[in-house]
Every structure is written in structure tokens, then in C-alpha cells.
């Protein structure tokens, strides 16, 4: 792949014409997702300020306009009514202030009394590359969809922690009481996530002190998007700690995990009630984000990041790289997360494809319901049914193995190419989401998910069952409105 510059990775983005060959140059690519939000130019990392707002569901994501490296970055901005089909609204944020002048990084979003504000990491950088993070704070205004935002940051870094303090969650507790939380590193290198309160989503701000965990206080050293959740009456610490390696992940160093447990925002204490989970056991899932809103009492909404911090993808060489999961609900049962698919993605089915022809359409839903106690299916195989990514269920044990070793492209092998998981029983049902470029795999209603992208050659869309399933395969539609909008 191309070098880049430091110069050419900090490029402020002056107007759309600067990337519009770009744009056409990658929309003729094969791997461009059909139903997945990815990025309308160059690359996509975290989803930032998920939120419902007057009947529509707003998202954004990281972007660097100019290609496939993390360089200087903005929000950009896509919309839904129902979750399921997108369209692309233009630049939100960009780093354009003092305090933003190296970056507009990650964040949320938070609806109060009519009002849109976006938090979010002020990356600011001196003439001798010294970090200082900043919280900053935009309003949004609807229609026009433009940010108005604040001549001054919220607050800067508080001392004890490195320049690592990023990612701010704001969440309302109750009336007039408003906590941000951040990912942090504190000065003997360890992850952290710290708590700043206020009784004005929009001043006031103070350091009230860092989350203590028990069992977790030397857990990587550094926290990235750390947020609490309400999922199904318990409290969810969610965060990505880095530099740790962990069982049945090759050397991957960036993990996507929770701990459920009670959070007291009093004392700053998150008792967990179990130990730490991986969100998705696949290759590819980063920085997750919960909308703001549920979509009924019981639910929340999840979307991550489909790849990984540190990481090159196949696609770097056609200039574009990243996109985001499908959403997904979350529930809590037996003490663990439950990630089901929308519901309303059933919405994207068109036909169904003969299974029999053992082709693989480009955009499916495959449904299969296994017939015997072990599982063997091969994915993404040639017409031989040879190589693919497969996936194997052993009864006995009762592991469950997905290797991508079998695939001509392979890309980021230093993370491994096998993920494991023990289930806890049988596997009766997968439910798998086949895009151009990806492939979701939700096992027995959500138990485990595994996500990872996957660049097939042409020669590579069959797939191969080894053992007696009932398969259903669905065209799905494409739902993403992929025009040039900046
Ligand atoms: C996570 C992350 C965040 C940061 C953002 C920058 O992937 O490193 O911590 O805010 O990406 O794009």
C-alpha cells in the first residue's frame, strides 16, 4: 500500500469535489457493502452519537475523507426511519476548531428538552505533536443538519492519566444530573474509565473520579468507548481494553467485551457479576454503540465497528476500508448478552434462493437448522467446494470453531484465523448475514456472534454442508442509499 504522509494524513477537507473521483473510483469496487453503512469515501472506523430524534434514527462514524489510513477525523453523518434502509447525510463535525485541530474522534449524542448535542474527543495537537484531548460539545440542528459548536471545549484532561482520556458517553441519571464518561489510561499505564458530572448537559463540568471495578483494575492499558448500559434490568459496562491478550484470539491486542453487573454512580463503582465477555467472537468488531433510545422497553441497540484498530484490509488498495455491523438487539440471559439481528431486517428479503445449486448469492440471509448433532459447513468455497471460511460444531465437546484459513484472501493473520466458542448446548440454528464484503453469524438466537469480513475472489460464492441442516437461503435487498452527499 501506499505511504502516507503526515502531511497528506492531516489534510483538512476544503470542499467535495477534492474526493468526488474518489468516490467513483471506489463505488465501481465489488466489495462495496449493499446493506451495510460504510463510508463514502476513504475510511470508516467507531459509530458515534447513535440517537432517535422526531421520528428518525441518526448515526455517524468516524471518517477520514482521503483513503484507507486513520488520519484527520470527522463525523459523517447517515440516517434511518427504520433502522434498516440508509441514507447518507454529509460532514457533521469537522476539525475545524483549535481544540479539534487533529481530529474530531469519538462520541455520543444526547436529546434534551428538544435539543441535539453531539459529544465528542477534541484531538488536539501543538507544532511539536503533543496531545492534548479535549471534550468538546456541537449542537445539531435538524433539516439543515449542520453543527453549531461551542467557541470553547467542555473541559481538557484531568491529571493522573495520559493523553489516553477519549470517547466521552454522556448519560442523563435523572433530572438535572448528567455523567460523561471516558476511556482513559492513568499514569502507571493501565486502562480506566473516568466520570465527569454536571447538573447542565452544556457547563459545569467536573472530575468526579474513576469507575472502580473490582477484578478489573489491571485490565489493559487502555480503556477505548467505554459506556454503561441498561440492558434488560442490569447495568452493562461496555469497553474495548487494549494491549491484552486474550484466550482463543490469536495476538489480537484490541478486544470489544462487557461486564454485566450494578453500576453506583454514587461511589463510582461497577460490581460485576461475572467475568468479562467478547461481544462478537468473529475477526472484526470494534468500539460497539448503543442508541440513545430504545426501541422498546426491553431492548437496546448495538452497532459496532466491522474491523479493528491497527489493521489492513483488502480493500486499502482500492483506497476505502471499514463498515459498520448490522444493528442489533441486545437482552441479558443467563448472565450473558443476548445479540439477536433486528427484528425488522426480515424487511430486506426478497426471495428465496434454491439451496440446492450450493451457490452463494451475493447479499443473503442464510437460515439453517441443524438436522444431527455435529455441524460442517463451509462458506464462501469454489464450485469444488474446496477452501472457504468454515464453521464446525462438535457435539462432544461442544466447541464451536469458525476458520477463514481456507480463503485465498486472507488479511490481519496475526490475529490468527480460528475463533472458538463453547456453547453452552446444542446448536440447533444458525442464522448467517452474507454482504459483499462480510459475513455475520448469529448462533442459537443470539447466543454467540461471530463478524468478520470476507473479500471472496469470483471464484469463491459456494458453499458446502458436510452434515444434515435444513437450509433457507433469502435474497436480501439493498438498503443502503450509497450517493455522493458530503
Ligand atoms: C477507537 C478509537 C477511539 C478514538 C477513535 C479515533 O477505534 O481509537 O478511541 O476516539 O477511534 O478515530
Known amino acids: 500500500m501506499k505511504e502516507w504522509t503526515r502531511e497528506e494524513r492531516y489534510r483538512f477537507l476544503e470542499s467535495p469535489d477534492e474526493v468526488r473521483d474518489l468516490y467513483k473510483k471506489i463505488s465501481e469496487s465489488k466489495y462495496r457493502q449493499t446493506y451495510h453503512i460504510q463510508p463514502v469515501t476513504g475510511l470508516l472506523n467507531d459509530p458515534n452519537g447513535f440517537?432517535?430524534?422526531?421520528?428518525?434514527w441518526h448515526l455517524f462514524y468516524q471518517w477520514f475523507p482521503f483513503g484507507p489510513v486513520h488520519g484527520l477525523k470527522h463525523w459523517y453523518h447517515v440516517s434511518s426511519k427504520d433502522l434498516v434502509t440508509w441514507k447518507n447525510c454529509g460532514l457533521a463535525v469537522a476539525p475545524d476548531k483549535w481544540y479539534d485541530n487533529r481530529g474530531a474522534y469519538s462520541g455520543s449524542a444526547l436529546v434534551t428538552d428538544g435539543r441535539l448535542y453531539l459529544y465528542y474527543t477534541g484531538n488536539h495537537r501543538d507544532e511539536n505533536w503533543v496531545r492534548t484531548p479535549y471534550t468538546c460539545m456541537a449542537e445539531l440542528f435538524e433539516g439543515s443538519w449542520r453543527v453549531h459548536k461551542s467557541k470553547e471545549p467542555l473541559f481538557g484532561p484531568v491529571e493522573g492519566y495520559t493523553e489516553h482520556q477519549r470517547d466521552p458517553k454522556i448519560i442523563k441519571l435523572e433530572e438535572d444530573r448528567y455523567v460523561i464518561v471516558l476511556g482513559a489510561q492513568n499514569d502507571a499505564k493501565q486502562g480506566r474509565a473516568i466520570v465527569f458530572e454536571?447538573?447542565?448537559?452544556?457547563?459545569?463540568?467536573?472530575?468526579?473520579?474513576?469507575?472502580n471495578v473490582p477484578g478489573f483494575m489491571d485490565f489493559g492499558d487502555m480503556w477505548e468507548c467505554p459506556s454503561v448500559q441498561n440492558v434488560s434490568g442490569y447495568n452493562v459496562l461496555m469497553f474495548c481494553p487494549q494491549h491484552i491478550t486474550l484466550k482463543y484470539r490469536g495476538q489480537s491486542q484490541n478486544h470489544n467485551g462487557y461486564l454485566i453487573g450494578s453500576m453506583d454512580w454514587d461511589k463510582l463503582v461497577f460490581q460485576p457479576i461475572g467475568q468479562f465477555h467478547e461481544l462478537d467472537f468473529g475477526f472484526d468488531s470494534y468500539a460497539a454503540e448503543c442508541a440513545a433510545r430504545r426501541r422498546t422497553w426491553a431492548e437496546t441497540t448495538m452497532i459496532a465497528w466491522m474491523g479493528i484498530p491497527d489493521a489492513e484490509y483488502p480493500t486499502d488498495e482500492e483506497m476505502w476500508s471499514g463498515c459498520l455491523t448490522l444493528p442489533r438487539t441486545l437482552r441479558v440471559r443467563n448472565r450473558r448478552l443476548i445479540q439477536e439481528p433486528l427484528q425488522e431486517l426480515t424487511q430486506l428479503?426478497?426471495?428465496?434462493?434454491d439451496p440446492d445449486t450450493g451457490i452463494l448469492p451475493d447479499a443473503c440471509e442464510m437460515n439453517v437448522y441443524n438436522q444431527e448433532k455435529d455441524l460442517d459447513l463451509?462458506?464462501?468455497?469454489?464450485?469444488?467446494g474446496?477452501?472457504?471460511?468454515?464453521?464446525?460444531?462438535?457435539?462432544?465437546?461442544?466447541v464451536l470453531i469458525v476458520n477463514r484459513s481456507g480463503m485465498t484472501q486472507l488479511f490481519n493473520e496475526e490475529d490468527g484465523n480460528i475463533r472458538i466458542r463453547k456453547l453452552d448446548n446444542k446448536l440447533d440454528h444458525l442464522r448467517i448475514y452474507i454482504d459483499r464484503s462480510s459475513v455475520e453469524i448469529f448462533v442459537n438466537s443470539g447466543d454467540a456472534v461471530f463478524t468478520s469480513r470476507v473479500f471472496p475472489l469470483d471464484t469463491e460464492h459456494n458453499f458446502k454442508m458436510n452434515t444434515q441442516a435444513e437450509i433457507h437461503i433469502w435474497n436480501l435487498k439493498p438498503a443502503i442509499k450509497d450517493n455522493f452527499v458530503i
Open 386 to 398: 474446496s477452501g472457504g471460511i468454515n464453521i464446525h460444531f462438535d457435539y462432544d465437546t461442544k
Open 349 to 353: 428479503r426478497v426471495d428465496e434462493a
Open 51 to 56: 440517537l432517535h430524534y422526531n421520528d428518525e
Open 378 to 384: 463451509s462458506l464462501f468455497t469454489k464450485e469444488d
Open 198 to 211: 454536571s447538573d447542565n448537559p452544556v457547563s459545569g463540568w467536573k472530575f468526579k473520579g474513576e469507575i
